[in-house]
């Protein structure tokens, strides 16, 4: 489970970089230091967890042994991150042949966000400050030799990075010449050289992506009109002129995902859209005829949008098509892969799977096999002989006898809307004990959602006897352009609804004891808390704001400069500030405002340098609540974003969290 789906995203676009750096030039610390609680007052909250658990919270958020397995290109290597005794997750590099192993990246303050193979003698890496996001893209052989910062630009903003593979070039696509905007740019990854590709001038309407083919040139771009209207355009391979394929609404879909190179015609584009549907499909399209060639696939209830694709030894066939529904879908396609997806299934059953690495010539597979129970085990398949080998267990502590279930759930809105969710059960509440609830709202909120697997928080929640609630609540992604739209503008109104609702089905169920129910989330999730606790005051025991929006009006004065051109976006999405009337409404559903409706205790955890809800979100409704006597734990890390990613703080923040909730359910 990926917690970062939890948090906020405002666009598609990689979110990074912004406002508050962890120390400025002064040594002066973000928000106000003042407010954030003591360690003692946070060793108090920790001691309240008491209990002959079997499970610790080590045991579900300690990082890995090892992970992140990769299949170099030639298949000769295999890297991995391995976690040091001081926490640091070092990247590895194992000779197949020799079984030499060699550190090739050395993660030391800051995280190594992600890493992988540019060809068969170097790898990448990115890398942030303190949480900051304000990410750089680095280099550096097998054996940690010729590092370089292939952006090293300070203040910028990588939107997207691509290989152009059997070159010694990346595409990056950076804001160096104007925040606002995004410009791509060829590297050399050897020695650095840095090549601009093209202009994007026009702040007002910006490009907003690039469409670029295998051999890395420059074959269409979309343009954002007025922050409202989506225009693609398309070069004409015998004129080199660009040419408008499609004017869509911000909300439709009508996006290329590559270039079908297994095809003779050179203008086909695998595509999804949901123009002229509710869901979301794949077709393949010829942008120079600007028409459907054919329908790939498409699903009555879920929007798809994911295809796989092979490489140049099996000349870019499709592979398969996944998609998110009940839980994670795929659909074989390529003969070559069904006889993958056959052999796994049968080995694996009704786990998950997914391929993880491969080299060029696909002979060597890493697979990702997990469930609702299972973290995670890497297998390495060998599609020669058709066999497979277990290479690393992730978590091997969590046995899947003691896990808890994750059960997908539906029900019908006050409104009648079709909401789909899960809820993570504990033993207890199988066998007819009624247990406490907690109610995660997830991030987003637009076109994010929960989906089925394993889940450390929930898990480790459930390990204390608690149920977890997650609903997809109108506004998610996934379910078709009409439940995602129908939640727009009603951010704290009826999406709290759906989640309320949501609380009402698993109390008639007969699972949880109604009067021990506390609400819990990040970004998002954490603005929904605040509100949970306003619009519902008996509902909540208590609740956890993990950085959370408190105000509207000061997220939106807060957005980076490259947010700027999806502004009247965010005005149909949440609030139209703008607007007298929906300016009231706005006021009516930031939390901030109705501190006096707060009747339950209340956790709020922020990193100091999120580029993404300012500090001052935080900071703001503490000593709101304070002010009026209110009490509220407060904690703040200095050297994090937008959610913790280092160790120490994430159990430090569980263990916080687990307390808290034992204090007040056991009031």
């Known amino acids: 489970m990926n917690l970062n789906s939890k948090i906020l995203g405002i666009t598609q676009v990689v979110i990074t970089s912004l406002m508050i750096n962890a120390q400025t030039t002064e040594n002066k610390l973000p928000g106000d230091p003042t407010l954030v609680s003591s360690k003692a007052t946070i060793e108090k909250l920790i001691s309240y967890d008491k209990g002959n658990f079997k499970y610790k919270v080590e045991d579900y958020f300690a990082r890995p042994k090892a992970s992140q397995f ?25 000779d197949l042949r020799s079984g030499k192993i060699t550190k090739a990246l050395v993660e030391k303050d800051d995280l190594i966000r992600s890493y992988g193979w540019l060809d068969k003698k170097r790898l990448f890496y990115t890398q942030d400050k303190g949480g900051n996001e304000n990410i750089h893209l680095y280099a550096a052989d097998i054996d940690g030799k010729n590092l370089k910062d292939l952006t090293p630009f300070e203040g910028i903003t990588l939107n997207s990075v691509r290989l152009i593979k059997d070159t010694e070039f990346v595409i990056v696509s950076m804001n160096k010449n104007n925040k606002q905007i995004f410009e791509p740019y060829k590297i050399n990854f050897n020695t650095g050289e840095i090549t601009q590709l093209y202009e994007n001038k026009d702040v007002k309407s910006p490009i907003d992506d690039y469409l670029f083919d295998r051999q890395g040139n420059l074959r269409g771009y979309t343009i954002l009109e007025n922050g409202l209207t989506t225009k693609l355009f398309y070069k004409d391979l015998q004129t080199g002129k660009f040419n408008l394929v499609k004017a869509t609404d911000w909300k439709d879909t009508f996006s290329v995902i590559s270039f079908n190179d297994n095809s003779k015609n050179k203008d086909e584009v695998y595509l999804v859209t949901n123009l002229g549907s509710d869901k979301s499909r794949i077709v393949l399209y010829d942008l120079k005829k600007n028409a459907i060639i054919k329908e790939v696939y498409s699903n009555p209830t879920f929007d798809v949008s994911s295809i796989a694709q092979a490489g140049k030894s099996r000349n870019y066939e499709l592979d398969y ?15 070559f892969y069904k006889e993958i997806h056959d052999k796994l299934t049968s080995e694996f059953g009704d786990k998950q799977f997914g391929i993880a690495s491969s080299d060029d010539k696909n002979e060597k597979l890493l697979v990702v096999v997990d469930s609702d129970k299972l973290y995670g085990k ?46 993570t059960l504990p033993k207890a509440a199988l066998s007819g004990e009624k247990v406490p609830l907690i109610v995660n ?47 727009y503008k009603q951010i704290g109104r009826k999406a709290m609804d759906d989640v309320e ?9 007969g699972w949880i004891d109604k009067n021990k129910v506390a609400i819990y989330g ?7 808390t605040l509100m949970g606790l306003i619009k519902t005051p008996d509902l909540y025991s208590c609740g956890v704001d993990y950085v ?16 700027k051109p999806y502004k009247e976006m965010v005005k149909q999405i949440w609030y139209d500030l703008d607007n007298p009337e929906e300016a009231k409404i706005a006021k009516e559903v930031s939390p901030v405002f109705q501190i006096d409706k707060i009747k339950k205790p209340l956790f709020v955890v922020q990193g100091a340098n999120d580029p993404r809800v300012n500090i001052n979100e935080s900071d703001q409704i503490v000593k709101a609540l304070r002010s009026k006597g209110f009490e509220v734990p407060y904690m703040v890390k200095y050297d994090e974003g937008h959610g913790f990613g280092k160790e120490p703080n994430r159990i430090e923040f569980y263990k916080s969290m687990l307390g808290f909730f034992a204090e007040n359910f056991n009031k």
């Open 441 to 487: 709202p997830h991030g987003g909120p637009q076109g994010i959602r929960d989906d089925w697997g394993f889940n450390p928080e929930t898990q480790l929640f459930a390990s204390r006897g608690y149920a977890t609630l997650q609903v997809n609540f109108r506004i998610s992604g996934g379910y078709g352009k009409e439940f995602q739209t129908s939640g």
């Open 378 to 423: 890497y297998y390495e398949y060998d599609t020669k002989t058709k066999t497979t080998k277990l290479l690393f267990d992730l978590m091997p502590q969590l046995k899947e006898e003691d896990m808890a279930e994750m059960r997908p759930i539906q029900f019908k809105s006050r409104d009648g809307l079709t909401i789909h969710g899960y809820i």
């Open 70 to 94: 990769k299949i170099s290109p030639d298949g000769l290597y295999l890297s991995y991150k391995e976690k040091d005794k001081d926490s640091k997750n070092h990247v590895y590099v194992k």
């Open 522 to 528: 990040g970004s998002h999730g954490g603005y929904a």
């Open 548 to 563: 959370g929006v408190s105000n509207i009006f000061t997220f939106f004065d807060s957005f980076p400069e490259y947010w």
């Open 321 to 335: 098509i996944s998609y998110n529904g009940i839980k994670n879908e795929t659909i074989p396609v390529s003969k």
């Open 501 to 509: 609702d949501g609380v009402k089905y698993a109390i008639e169920q």
